[in-house]
Each structure stands twice: as C-alpha cells, then as structure tokens.
C-alpha cells in the first residue's frame, strides 16, 4: 500500500525524543504491512463504506507511565489521518486519560488501530516499569539504567521508553563504548591485558569492565576505567566496593537485583543499577482505542 508522509512537525516530535524519524516510519511501515499481508483488512472492507468517517480516543486503561504517543501521531499520519490531537507524555497517568485524540476515515483509523496500540502498550508498559525502579531508589544519587537485552530492531525505541519513565541509557550499540565482560577476559586471558588491549585501540572511548570479585576489582583499581559492573555481587560486597574504590571510578551493580533490592543496593552508594528486566520483561500498559462518535452527516 501507498503511505502518506508524516508532517515536520511530527518529524520534530520523534526527533525531540531522541528518534530517527526514517527509522520510525519504517518500523511503522512494517507494522501494518504484516498486519495486511497483501491484502486487505477484508472486515473493515466489507462493513464500512469508505468514505465513512468517525472519531476515537486513546485511554489507558491503568495507570502508568505513557510513551510512545509520537509513534502513534506518525501512524496515523502514514495512513493519511491529519485531524490528531495529543497530550503531553510526561508523568504518571490515571485510568481514563484521553492521550490521543483522532478523527477522519474509518477504516483509516481501524487499520491504525493494532499496529500503534502494540508501540504504545509496549512502550508505556516499559516506562511504567522503569518509574517504579527509579522511585525505589529516590533520595540516593544511583540511577536506574537498561541494557542491550531489547527487541532486534526496537532499541532506539525501547530506550526511549525508559528515559520517559525517568531512567538513563546505556550504550546504545557495541561501538558507543567498551565493556569488557566475563567472555573477553577468558579468551584474552588476563583482565588487565583485556582493559590495556582496548585502551590502545581506542583510547578516546569510555571503558567499562566487569569483575565479579573483590579481588577482581583490586586488580582494575589503578587502570581506573571509567566504570566497573560489579556482577551479581550481593549488596553487602557492592557496599565494600564502594569503599574500595573511594570515588576513583563509577561503579554499577547488575545480575539477580529484583525491584525489592534495589533500594538497599542504591543505599551502597554505587552509581548505577542495570536492570534489562526494563526492556525484556516489561508487561504491556493496558491501553485502548474507543470510538466516541461517527462524524457521518445524520
């Protein structure tokens, strides 16, 4: 099928939010070409005439976090919908907010219908768990970060759900910077050759290592990259980690942290815990798409 292009001001939107919208738009194109699959949506054909015009609201039907609104104006828009109007996404939503409001071609707006309710369910089920990560740990300086562990292809996106719910990122891809883990150390040999190799072939990138021992992190102590994961160490090691190291280097925590810990490993004082439950086990935001009128002449 033919898609419409999306308006610069929706352009600017996903860029605000740190999206390519080139990007988007082909996830979206994807979307609804699979829900298609060469033909044609045979019920919405076959019930509705199609110059039938109607009205419909997006409303969560849970509170959370909302993400992923700009997606949803760009779907719209690329099945030829221009009468959209939408709310701002920052901050915890009640049950019943109206996020999206739309109105123009019926069948338009059913074909729209699964493809950016699957972004913003995704999306906001992301954000939704994020905050609650990242409330866990307020009134400590840690900081709640995701990681590679998203869905081939929705990176960008999925990281961006997790900045709307109030955490960080970490690197978006293997190029952005060095972490050298577990796997590396052993086929190289030794953790401070490992760190060393790559500091001389790319000296300008941050450096991040993971050690799962204290003794492990003795070792790294004078490197001082600029990060050290402290790997499935309990909150108690993490504590004299952070001792250890007395402010040489940032330290992050992961592996085997449940929301219920994570106030007691942020209350050791590290920098960062990495939870890829943010993106991997996200349950979807309830959300749904609600026809409040026909805009048909009575």
């Known amino acids: 099928m033919k898609f419409s292009p999306i308006s610069s001001r929706t352009e600017e939107l996903l860029r605000a939010s740190g999206l390519d919208p080139r990007e988007i738009c082909h996830l979206i194109e994807l979307g609804i070409t699979e829900d298609l699959a060469g033909g044609e949506d045979v019920t919405s054909v076959s019930t ?77 089920g992301i954000a939704t768990l994020t905050h609650s990560w990242v409330k866990e740990v307020a009134g400590t300086h840690c900081k709640i970060r995701d990681t590679r562990k998203t869905t081939p292809g929705y990176r960008a996106l999925e990281k961006y759900a997790v900045r ?50 204290l003794d492990q992190l003795e070792q790294v102590l004078s490197l001082k990259p600029q990060l050290v994961l402290l790997d ?14 007395a402010g040489a280097f940032q330290l992050e925590a992961s592996g085997g942290i449940g929301l219920a810990q994570a106030a007691e490993f942020a209350q050791t004082g590290i920098d960062y815990i990495a939870v890829g439950a943010l993106t991997h086990s996200a349950p979807v935001l309830d959300i749904g798409l609600d026809f409040i009128e026909s805009t048909e002449e009575k």
Not at 110 to 118: D, I, Y
Not at 183 to 190: F, K, L, P, R
């Open 48 to 124: 509705i005439s199609s110059d039938h015009k109607s009205r419909a609201v997006y409303r969560n039907r849970r509170s959370g976090v909302v993400a992923g609104i700009p997606v949803v104006v760009a779907t719209l828009e690329m099945l030829g919908l221009q009468e959209i109007s939408y709310s701002n996404e920052a901050g915890e939503r009640a049950v019943g907010s109206v996020l999206i409001e739309v109105a123009g071609n019926t069948r338009a707006i059913l074909l729209a219908e699964r493809t950016s309710l699957n972004f913003l369910g995704h999306l906001s």
């Open 164 to 213: 709307m719910g109030g955490g960080t990122n970490h690197r978006m891809s293997l190029s952005d910077a060095a972490l050298i883990k577990d796997n590396h150390i052993s086929a190289s040999g030794d953790i401070v050759a490992a760190l060393n190799a790559v500091r001389s072939k790319h000296p300008k990138l941050d450096m991040e290592i993971e050690v799962d021992s």
């Open 232 to 245: 499935n160490m309990p909150a108690a090691l993490c504590a004299e980690a952070v001792k250890l190291v």
